[in-house]
């Protein structure tokens, strides 16, 4: 089985322009393979710390990669060490407060320091909420409730008021080459819990929604920002 497309990952990753030995932060990487994708750009001189509130993904994380400290909490306003880099990317909600972003920003950075912030956008991801629309209300409440995110006006104009330069928006549009429909819904079951029920009703929607049952694509809206602090 592949990987999960996760396009903006990836993205966030190569506009943080991490180098050998730095020192990062990780915030919400929601997957083992994203973190070890970080830990490998820094290698072995590279500190990196992991924050991810999911027990079970902050777990996993540890398992897999010892030389990591792993710390099951959400990002928020507290010095956790003093980092040349800090990205988070969590995969969707429950998000933390701009503000504790922006203050976690200033507490953990140093001066110089560069970051990239890759949050849902406010309509993540259109075809699944359509797709959801045609289930039940209940999943449908529960699927726009985790895919609902932020605009990039408000994630650009919360960091700037935290006193971070240079901040700008990167790419948040990402078309998902999926081998699938069904690849849309193990996505999905990454971020919301459903039963075998719901998997079934939202796999036969999703077929219908993207029109096919074998390689099609769907958006992705995100809302990113890179800057300094």
């Given at each position: 089985?592949?990987?999960?497309?996760?396009?903006?990952?990836?993205?966030?990753?190569?506009?943080?322009?991490?180098?050998?030995?730095?020192?990062?932060?990780?915030?919400?990487?929601?997957?083992?393979?994203?973190?070890?994708?970080?830990?490998?750009?820094?290698g072995?001189?590279?500190?990196?710390?992991?924050?991810?509130?999911?027990?079970?993904?902050?777990?996993?994380?540890?398992?897999?990669?010892?030389?990591?400290?792993?710390?099951?909490?959400?990002?928020?306003?507290?010095?956790?060490?003093?980092f040349?880099?800090?990205l988070?990317?969590?995969?969707?909600?429950?998000?933390?407060?701009?503000?504790?972003?922006?203050?976690?920003?200033?507490?953990?950075?140093?001066?110089?320091?560069?970051?990239?912030?890759?949050?849902?956008?406010?309509?993540?991801?259109?075809?699944?909420?359509?797709?959801?629309?045609?289930?039940?209300?209940?999943?449908a409440?529960?699927?726009?409730?985790?895919?609902?995110?932020?605009?990039?006006?408000?994630?650009?104009?919360?960091l700037?008021?935290?006193?971070?330069?240079?901040?700008?928006?990167?790419?948040?549009?990402?078309?998902?080459?999926?081998?699938?429909?069904?690849?849309?819904?193990?996505?999905?079951?990454?971020?919301?819990?459903?039963?075998?029920?719901?998997?079934?009703?939202?796999?036969?929607?999703?077929?219908?929604?993207?029109?096919?049952?074998?390689?099609?694509?769907?958006?992705?809206q995100?809302?990113?920002?890179v800057?300094?602090?």
């Amino acid at each position: 089985m592949r990987d999960l497309p996760i396009p903006w990952i990836a993205h966030a990753q190569a506009a943080l322009d991490l180098r050998r030995k730095d020192r990062v932060l990780l915030c919400m990487p929601n997957t083992v393979a994203a973190a070890q994708a970080v830990a490998a750009l820094i290698g072995d001189d590279g500190r990196l710390v992991v924050l991810e509130p999911d027990r079970r993904t902050a777990a996993a994380i540890a398992r897999a990669m010892p030389q990591a400290e792993v710390i099951t909490q959400s990002p928020r306003d507290h010095r956790y060490g003093f980092f040349d880099a800090v990205l988070a990317t969590p995969l969707a909600a429950p998000l933390p407060q701009l503000a504790d972003l922006a203050a976690m920003l200033r507490a953990n950075l140093r001066p110089g320091g560069r970051f990239v912030i890759d949050l849902p956008g406010e309509t993540m991801l259109p075809a699944l909420q359509q797709a959801a629309a045609n289930v039940s209300p209940e999943c449908a409440q529960r699927i726009v409730a985790a895919l609902s995110g932020v605009a990039e006006a408000e994630l650009c104009a919360a960091l700037k008021l935290a006193g971070l330069r240079r901040t700008e928006l990167l790419l948040g549009t990402h078309l998902l080459n999926l081998a699938s429909p069904l690849e849309l819904l193990d996505l999905a079951a990454l971020m919301i819990p459903l039963d075998e029920r719901e998997r079934m009703d939202l796999g036969d929607a999703l077929l219908r929604t993207l029109g096919a049952t074998s390689n099609c694509e769907a958006l992705a809206q995100r809302s990113a920002v890179v800057g300094l602090r």
